[in-house]
């Protein structure tokens, strides 16, 4: 594969052993159960966009994003592959043993990778890439320097771009791992869900605390940046004492990085988890209850918060660009540097382009008929109005400085201010006269939060 990032050659970090950075301390008593949360929407649910919205005025802001051939780029690059899935999954993915079906798939995500550079311009410079699944390392080492190759001949990878990739811990192995640094991935993240075998068995997913200790290891030997592991909070058989042992093990493991996500069970809509015998799943309130109890845990065993269930250790770059105030939240988590117009590639995926936000076709099939055509695979969009902006803009906000100025709230929208301030009362939020600070226990509330903010912005929406 040629080199086309002569101009920034990628070095190897020096390795160090992370884990005795994190300090040993006893885990909290937990929490009462809370209210039950809600995500926040990054953007108005898909199921609520136009259909019908025309592409061209898609096609305008892209046009638009062309027009500024200097601004960087943002990318999400989407494969819905896994081996097995796991009885818990919330994902729309594929299992699939079969390494053809990865090539057919890559073969498609190339047509969209070309479409998109033939309108935006070949080689613009990106500042983000996150690749994720499913299973992104399922595919083997020539998929994977495919894949990479590919968005090298359209898009510009500098060195000291934000690249990170999604992976099983259960499929990696240390020459695998070299070889995603070597391709110029900076940031890893392992699935994990829980370490428990009790819990392991009920949600599908068996992996040893060793297998998942090794992984982060040799990640960290290969010279990431930073290695990170989720959490599931509120999966069957998730009791607290289990979910403590859990804690506890995390802290001996040491990874850079722990996001904490809620179980959704939603069998309807993923009938994968009609496994799930209904009498093991908790209660809302019990799984915001389990997420509250983690986000305690992890702030006593010294990770400290960044948005909505990141927990990292002190001296992350999160903490550097939220102290110099260029922290971002984007569709794939947080990063630092200035805001950037974002690609999705892949079923279901979003886009966005100043004010437009587009949605790919969900479903694999149709999705690479379309692209196989010659066509865009965007099947429904929605435009931002100035009040959707500004609410938007105080979320991202909360989220990823943990604090909400008064002055983003002015102009007719002080009744927001206040039903957060309400909070105060709860523990969640300090007040001051130009903003509300989240508390350390408010932290695993953020969702609750920003619900007056969720509601505000539940609206018509505006015609095309």
Request: aromatic residues 6%; proline residues 8%.
């Amino acid at each position: 594969m040629a080199d086309v990032r002569q101009e920034q050659p990628r070095q190897t970090a020096v390795w160090r052993p992370r884990a005795a950075m994190v300090p040993r301390a006893r885990l909290p008593v937990p929490p009462a159960p809370g209210k039950p949360g809600e995500v926040w929407p990054v953007l108005p649910q898909p199921s609520e966009w136009r259909a019908s919205f025309p592409l061209p005025t898609w096609m305008a802001a892209l046009d638009q994003v062309a027009s500024r051939p200097a601004q960087g780029l943002a990318i999400g690059i989407h494969l819905p592959l896994c081996a097995q899935r796991c009885a818990y999954c919330a994902h729309d993915v594929v299992a699939t043993g079969d390494g053809s079906a990865v090539d057919r798939y890559l073969d498609a995500l190339e047509i969209e990778l070309e479409l998109a550079a033939s309108i935006l311009g070949t080689r613009r410079e990106l500042l983000r890439l996150h690749v994720g699944g499913g299973t992104p390392n399922l595919l083997d080492d020539a998929q994977l320097g495919r894949l990479v190759e590919r968005v090298e001949r359209h898009f510009r990878w500098p060195a000291d771009a934000e690249s990170s990739i999604d992976c099983d811990p259960r499929r990696s192995s240390r020459a695998q791992l070299a070889l995603l640094r070597a391709l110029g991935f900076r940031h890893l993240r392992f699935g994990m869900a829980d370490l428990d075998p009790g819990v392991q068995a009920g949600s599908g997913r068996l992996q040893s605390r060793a297998l998942v200790a090794e992984a982060v290891l040799a990640a960290q030997q290969a010279g990431f940046d930073s290695v990170a592991l989720d959490l599931v909070c509120g999966l069957p058989g998730q009791d607290t004492a289990r979910l403590a042992a859990t804690l506890e093990a995390l802290q001996r493991i040491g990874p850079d990085r722990i996001r904490c996500l809620r179980y959704v069970h939603d069998p309807a809509r993923y009938p994968g988890q009609r496994a799930v015998p209904c009498d093991a799943v908790s209660l809302a309130a019990e799984v915001d209850a389990a997420f509250a109890f983690a986000a305690r845990a992890l702030q006593a065993a010294g990770y400290l918060p960044v948005g909505d269930g990141w927990f990292v250790l002190d001296g992350d770059p999160w903490l550097e660009a939220r102290a110099t105030g260029t922290l971002r939240r984007w569709l794939h988590g947080y990063a630092s540097g200035s805001a950037a117009d974002t690609l999705g590639f892949g079923p279901g995926r979003i886009s966005a382009a100043g004010a437009v936000l587009a949605r790919n076709e969900p479903l694999r099939g149709e999705w690479e008929r379309r692209l196989r055509d010659g066509r865009l695979p965007v099947v429904a969009a929605h435009h931002r109005g100035a009040l959707e902006a500004r609410l938007h803009a105080a979320a991202d906000h909360l989220f990823a400085y943990h604090e909400l100025p008064r002055a983003l709230l002015g102009d007719g929208l002080e009744a927001i201010w206040d039903a957060i301030g309400a909070h105060a009362a709860d523990g969640w939020v300090a007040r001051a006269p130009d903003r509300l600070r989240v508390t350390a226990e408010g932290c695993g509330h953020l969702p609750e939060l920003a619900r007056p903010l969720v509601a505000r912005a539940a609206r018509p929406l505006q015609p095309a």
